[in-house]
């Protein structure tokens, strides 16, 4: 069992940053993926970034590619997401996924097995 816990969410000003932070512990896989998914209100759930476990490969959604940075430190079990640039469209809940194994599909919803409670982010003019 895999428990992930986000943190760092909050309102900022058009053009601000944060940083997300998504606590993993349970059992380590190194083939697992993490990844990151925002949900509007009214909206379906939506690809944000990946990244691999080992931190070698990321992808990002094209809303967010070139503002946003997903970064994985291992010896604290932690991954991250940077957010710069923020728009009111990036406004959203936004949750922490891993994945139970090594999968393919690393922006669909139904590649990850294991999800946090998710952290609200609003940003506004």
Partial sequence: QVQLVESGGGQVQTGGSLRLSCAVSGRTLS???MGWFRQAPGKEREFVAAI???GATTSYGGSVKGRFTASIDNDKNTVYLQMNGLQPEDTAVYYCAASAGYITLLRSVNSYAYWGQG???TASS
């Fill in 52 to 54: 691999t476990w080992s």
């Fill in 119 to 121: 952290t609200t982010v």
């Fill in 31 to 33: 083939s697992r993926v």
